[in-house]
Nanobody, 127 residues
Framework: HVQLVESGGGSVQTGGSLIISCAIS????????VGWFRQAPGEERKGVAS????????YYSDAVQDRFTISWDNAKNTVYLRMSNLKPEDTAMYYC?????????????????????WGQGTQVTVS
């Protein structure tokens, strides 16, 4: 049974910070890449951050570069997304994802099609 369970979403003021997490269990726990995606109302789901667990490489979208940090706790099988200097345009449902691939670059690392497993999402609202 595959499970990706996000937590930590909520409401925050512009300029504030928030950490969301995603606990991975079941078959997905053997994945070698994890990522965070977000989807605002009326928009497509887009990749914001990815981490290759074996090589350690991280990738970020231009919209969040230098503000968001993705990290992985191997002991807890949990991926985190630390978000700083939040803006209203960061408001979205955030989804974690896991997959088996070696990223060749940001385009692949942040592509929905690269991932095999998805969480249910956690809402982040910035106002």
């Amino acid at each position: 049974h595959v499970q990706l369970v996000e937590s930590g979403g909520g409401s925050v003021q512009t300029g504030g910070s928030l950490i969301i997490s995603c606990a991975i269990s079941g078959s997905a726990s053997g994945s070698n890449s994890v990522g965070w995606f977000r989807q605002a109302p009326g928009e497509e789901r887009k990749g914001v951050a990815s981490k290759h667990l074996t090589g350690g490489h991280t990738y970020y979208s231009d919209a969040v570069q230098d503000r968001f940090t993705i990290s992985w706790d191997n002991a807890k099988n949990t991926v985190y997304l630390r978000m700083s200097n939040l803006k209203p345009e960061d408001t979205a449902m955030y989804y974690c994802a896991a997959g088996w691939f070696v990223p060749r670059g940001a385009d692949q690392a942040l592509a929905l099609s690269s991932y095999n497993y998805w969480g249910q999402g956690t809402q982040v609202t910035v106002s």
